[in-house]
């Protein structure tokens, strides 16, 4: 490579770096594996070597870090917060050895410590105190969160014990696994409610706890910080005097302070130790709470380290250890493509099983087109397979060498592999669709599924596959068809049902209890409210909420049947997109058909005002909290506030206008709502207020 060549390249990886960085620490949106990163990262080490005179000031090689948010107070760290030399060698990691073992003459002992897979940290506290957290930010410079940090209930406002009069402790900020997947699912059922695609979901979902916990940090909300269930590991004090001899000695102090000190570390008397605990805790990963993406080997003996000192951007004594994303080679069986309730195509590759991550994985995700043309895939491919964070296995990549010579490409279909439509694909989206609503099997079972799920008409004993062996028996086509269906039909019925992901299939019946359950269901469900048969008839973009709203403002279905595109968007929090789904659905013959058999079977098709509930505007504009037990149920306490205007909000926030206080409410909503001024009423107190 010419000095040209070479200087372009420098450019080229410096600037890519830098991006990288940005995404990874500001953004919390890395777009490829910390592996990756770390090999540019060393190219550029090496060219910069070779060809000192074409490096940046700036280069990523000199800088921790990315940029600072704006949105924070930045204050400089009294200790720079460098970052760690890594490898995922073990030559490299004996190479390490050998260097300290140059320096050191009396007795040599390393501390092994899991890398957690977070956010660093650094918190100052004074007279035992938290004064300041501060995030790594660029090294020198970062946010303060201290408000944010606060919530986290590890980690400690006081502590206890002999502590220095002021210190730092830096440590690492993180989510659990199971925290993180019960928030997925919270997210996974608003985004529902708010009548988002099936398809768009896994997009908008939360990829993983490490970027879900450095976004949390950076809320400017700590109430809503709070309810994220962050937790932290703290592992190293700065003080200006020392406070121990050694590392291990430091981390038995945190500890007695009152921090949260891991207790997966391990004192190694030599490098094969070190080696041996790197290995034991690669295959015991897995079973922890939370995610760790390698080992952090530190010398023990402060007075080493100090001797050992720094580079400009890491101490030469310490080291990580970095274990690459659990990739594994299988067998590409076949890809399927599926088609989902709104006609979204998705291929999926149907693999050799394999174990992956402690489960076994059968199926991963392709994507779209884009991502199958970019794999290049050909029939019976090795296909590499990864997990590492994401919430699904997706398929990154080919072995080419044991691609059989006669393969050939994959093709993505241009007709649905269902109905035979052609398929299409909006300007600027990557998926296609099958735009066949009304007859394409998978979309019409779909609808029908939403319809008498527990959220929309709730018909006990229609579960997706009992609904899905009605569709194949011919008894149900339409949501009308429900209302025709005959106990004599029921009893007895055989199908066939899809067991699991390798398609194998079994014979069931409905029994005849079964079937007097879902004949009591379906009547049972003509009393459903017309909010939810709103939200039953799969409109696209009307969840739960949007279907409430257009009910209360249109009164009845007809009204709503006749309403324009502008008196739809012009009610609050609907808007265009929502107007314009709702104008198509309606505008179609087959839809209003059914609508109008709907009606014939006796089915809410109209709001139906409730004796002493009668609307009004008493407490438009006014947000309401509803906490603790009454005389009624929440349920019907929060119905009567938005019949009289009133809005009802989940926190407490200072926009709040009135905390409606039960019996067993929570102290700590009644002291922040105190705190905040906000007016504390009782359950008589808003009946004397619509009075």
């Known amino acids: 490579m010419n000095s040209q060549a070479t200087q372009a390249r420098i450019n080229e990886l410096s600037a890519s770096l830098k991006e990288h960085n940005y995404r990874y620490y500001t953004l919390s949106n890395p777009i490829i594996s910390d592996y990756e990163f770390d090999q540019l990262l060393k190219e550029l080490e090496q060219l910069e070597a070779n060809f000192p005179e074409f490096a940046w000031a700036d280069s990523p090689t000199r800088v921790v870090g990315g940029d600072i948010t704006k949105q924070f107070e930045q204050v400089t760290h009294k200790y720079p917060m460098l970052s760690l030399g890594n490898t995922y060698s073990e030559q490299e990691l004996r190479d390490f050895d050998e260097r300290v073992k140059k320096v050191a003459v009396e007795k040599l002992e390393y501390v092994c410590e899991l890398k957690f897979d977070g956010l660093a940290i650094s918190i100052t506290y004074e007279n035992g105190k938290l004064l300041r957290a501060v995030t790594r930010g660029d090294g020198s410079k970062g946010d303060d969160v201290t408000a944010n940090v606060k919530t986290i209930r590890s980690i400690p406002h006081v502590l206890k014990g002999n502590y220095p009069s002021l210190f730092e402790i830096r440590g690492e900020i993180f989510m659990h696994r199971k925290t993180f997947e019960r928030l997925n699912q919270n997210l996974r059922m608003t985004l529902i409610e708010l009548g988002v695609d099936e398809d768009k979901i896994i997009e908008r979902l939360y990829k993983n706890p490490r970027n879900f916990a450095s976004g949390s940090l950076k809320m400017q909300d700590s109430s809503e910080v709070a309810k994220r269930a962050l937790d932290a590991f703290l592992y190293f004090v700065y003080a200006d005097q020392s406070v121990a001899k050694s590392h291990a000695e430091s981390l038995a102090l945190a500890s007695s302070w009152g921090f949260h000190v891991n207790q997966n570390f391990a004192v190694c008397s030599n490098i094969d130790e070190v080696w041996a605990f790197i290995q034991k805790m690669d295959k015991e990963r897995h079973q922890l709470s939370f995610d760790i993406d390698g080992i952090v080997i530190k010398v023990n003996d402060y007075a080493l380290q100090q001797e050992l000192g720094f580079t400009a951007k890491i101490p030469r004594w310490a080291i990580a250890y970095k274990y690459k994303t659990e990739s594994v080679l299988t067998y590409l069986e076949t890809v399927s493509y599926q088609v989902g309730r709104t006609g979204a195509i998705t291929p999926v590759a149907n693999l050799k099983p394999v174990s992956l991550g402690g489960t076994t994985v059968k199926r991963a995700s392709l994507y779209n087109a884009d991502e199958m043309e970019r794999l290049d895939l050909h029939t019976h491919d090795w296909v590499y397979v990864e997990k590492g964070g994401e919430i699904i296995p997706k398929v990154t990549g080919v072995e080419l060498s044991k691609r059989d010579l006669f393969a050939s490409k994959i093709i993505y279909p241009t007709h649905c592999p ?220 929060k119905a009567i506030i938005e019949r009289n205007g009133g809005k009802i909000v989940g926190s407490i926030s200072k926009s709040l206008d009135y905390l409606i206080a039960g019996e067993k409410m929570g102290p700590e909503k009644l002291k922040k709502a105190t705190d905040l001024q906000i007016k504390i009423i009782s359950e008589q107190d808003l009946m004397a207020l619509l009075n």
């Open 418 to 637: 269902e109905c035979n439509t052609q398929l299409q694909r909006k300007e600027g989206e990557a998926v296609h669709y099958c735009t066949n609503d009304s007859h394409c099997p998978p979309q019409l079972i779909g609808r029908l599924e939403h319809f008498v799920s527990r959220r929309a008409m709730n018909i006990e004993g229609l579960g997706s596959e009992t609904v899905s062996g009605l569709f194949k028996a011919g008894l149900v086509k339409s949501y009308a068809d429900f209302y025709q269906l005959k106990f004599e039909q029921l009893d007895g019925l055989e199908f066939e049902t899809t067991e699991d992901v390798d398609g194998k299939s079994k014979k069931r019946s409905i029994k005849e209890k079964t079937a007097n359950n879902i004949i009591a269901g379906i009547e049972a469900s003509k009393n459903m409210p017309f909010e939810r048969l709103l939200f039953a008839l799969g409109i696209r973009m009307v969840g739960e909420t949007v279907a409430k709203k257009i009910a209360r403002q249109f009164g009845n279905i007809d009204n709503l049947m006749k309403a324009s595109k502008e008196e739809i968007a012009e009610m609050y929090e609907i808007g265009e997109k929502i107007a314009e789904q709702v104008i198509l659905f309606f505008a179609d013959e087959e839809n209003r058909n059914n609508v109008a058999q709907l009606k014939t079977f006796g089915l809410q098709l109209e709001v139906v005002e409730q004796v002493g509930l009668e609307r009004s505007n008493i407490l438009d504009g006014k947000k309401f909290l509803v906490s603790g037990a009454f005389s009624i149920s929440r349920d019907e306490l």
